[in-house]
């Protein structure tokens, strides 16, 4: 069955880079889009950014400077890189396929 | 981008109850609407998708109705499980954006 799993790193401190890891089961990563979806604490979802079946991507505008998504289809794996960390960008990542199955989503905090 | 401005946010409900919740758009999403249940420490699930179309394996008290820019989602008769936040998503324009949430508790 459809599964996406997130992983990273928990703990960020401020002004480094986040690496989180979207790995997907049960289906192709060259027929289906990943998307990213993060939750502050408390507050409400917030489309991150996509990696098409085709491989290319889009981005949440006011996050595009410093954000990056690629993936390797063999390792069914799609990864999301955001540089200069602050404060607010605490929260849940959840990687998602297309608008239909969510992962269980992973924490991030970002705190010296 | 499409605001999402769902209502209400925190809902209290018994077991057996019908309830409604609403989602309004700040323009027509041409029915690219979607709803999914969250519970602590799960993946959201996806309920309804496109206004109407029920998710395999997903109840029939859930329904979804509506169309241009007011959307609801309708559970007719309350079941224990059905205690959760539920959320709407516009995917008709880009970027995809998210209702804030209602809080559905057991009265």
């Known amino acids: 069955q459809v599964q996406l799993k997130e992983s990273g790193p928990g703990l960020v401190q401020p002004s480094q880079t986040l690496s989180l890891t979207c790995t997907v089961s049960g289906f192709s990563l060259t027929s289906n889009s990943v998307h990213w979806v993060r939750q502050p604490p408390g507050k409400g979802l917030e489309w991150v950014g996509a990696?098409?079946?085709?491989?290319?991507?889009d981005y949440n505008s006011a996050l595009k400077s410093r954000l990056s998504i690629s993936r390797d289809t063999s390792k069914s794996q799609v990864f999301l890189k955001m540089n200069s960390l602050q404060t607010e960008d605490t929260a849940i990542y959840f990687c998602t396929r297309g608008t239909s199955y969510w992962g269980q989503g992973t924490l991030v905090t970002v705190s010296s | 981008d499409i605001q999402m401005t769902q209502s209400p946010s925190f809902l209290s409900a018994s077991v057996g109850d019908r309830v409604t919740i609403n989602c309004k758009a700040s323009?027509?999403?041409?029915?690219?609407l979607n709803w999914y249940q969250q519970k602590l420490g799960e993946a959201p699930k996806r309920l309804i998708y496109?206004?109407?179309n029920l998710q395999t394996g997903i109840p029939s008290r859930f329904s979804g109705s509506g169309s241009g820019t007011d959307y609801t989602l309708t559970i007719s008769s309350l079941q224990p499980e059905d205690f959760a936040t539920y959320f709407c998503l516009q995917h008709n324009s880009f970027p995809n954006t998210f209702g804030a949430g209602t809080k559905l508790e057991l009265k």
């Open positions: 323009q027509n999403i041409n029915k690219y």
């Open positions: 496109n206004t109407n």
């Open positions: 990696i098409w079946s085709g491989g290319s991507t």
